[in-house]
């Protein structure tokens, strides 16, 4: 997967060369690169933003140095598909593990990173003339600027890409992964500060282990998630796997 971030804060992107990531794009299967917005200002000033039409607070993106940047990463003849455009936003849809699967699929992901009040909007109107563009909240509150949005994203998606995740199998369990949040995990010692860990999962009877994690799993939805228990399939209540 290719990926381009272009932001007026590039250093914001320096966790990217850790952990797993960082190992995603040293074995070539994340290959990312971090771009200066004001590469593409002319001015002295290198200026990014100007006063809004229509009067308000705050400054806005100005669209001729975005415009510039998204010609030179969107390729044009070379016969590559377009990217998708992804503008973290406070207006946007909201992400979530199946959006994160959704972008896991695609070859070549494109940020935009707005600060300030926000992007000049023909910069996404024009860009929706060739490529897709979305927009992504990761929940109802604003931040500063959509770089800490888009490592929140990179993350969910690359850990999604084969090979990434040393153990693929926790994919298959983990929060969200089936419409339902994950059981409590233990791990050693048995018994720590006089809390003990639950006998079931230290009897070896497989079958009682995933009805127990099915239930819990199912009691800790409905206590903090009941919009999730809503969305479930019937079958899920049924099925002894822990799996709807
Ligand atoms: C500037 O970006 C934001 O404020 C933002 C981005 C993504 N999700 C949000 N909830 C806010």
């Not at 299967?29 to 004001?38: P, Y």
């Not at 369990?173 to 233990?186: F, I």
């Amino acid at each position: 997967m290719r990926v381009d971030i272009v932001s007026i804060f590039p250093e914001y992107f320096a966790p990217l060369d850790l952990s797993l990531i960082g190992k995603a794009r040293a074995n070539g299967t994340l290959r990312l690169a971090v771009h200066d917005l004001r590469t593409w200002t002319h001015d002295v000033h290198r200026t990014v933003d100007d006063t809004p039409y229509g009067g308000g607070p705050g400054m806005v993106m100005r669209p001729e140095p975005w415009g510039e940047a998204l010609d030179a990463l969107v390729p044009g003849a070379d016969g590559e598909p377009e990217p998708r455009l992804l503008v973290p936003s406070p207006v946007g849809v909201r992400f979530t593990q199946a959006l994160a699967h959704e972008l896991a699929a695609e070859s070549h992901l494109l940020f935009a990173c707005g600060r300030y009040e926000g992007i000049d909007q023909r910069v996404l109107d024009h860009a929706a003339t060739r490529m897709r563009v979305t927009e992504v909240s990761l929940g109802d509150y604003v931040l500063f600027g959509g770089e800490v949005a888009v490592l929140v994203i990179l993350e969910a998606v690359t850990r999604l890409l084969p090979g990434v995740l040393g153990n693929a199998g926790s994919l298959d369990e983990e929060s969200h992964a089936h419409g339902l949040l994950e059981a409590p995990m233990y791990t050693k010692p048995a018994t720590w500060r006089g809390h003990e860990v639950p006998e079931v999962l230290r009897s070896g009877d497989h079958g009682r282990i995933a009805r127990w994690r099915r239930d819990e799993s199912l009691l800790r939805t409905a206590a903090r998630r009941p919009d999730m228990i809503a969305a479930l399939p019937p079958r899920a209540w049924t099925s002894g796997t822990g799996r709807p």
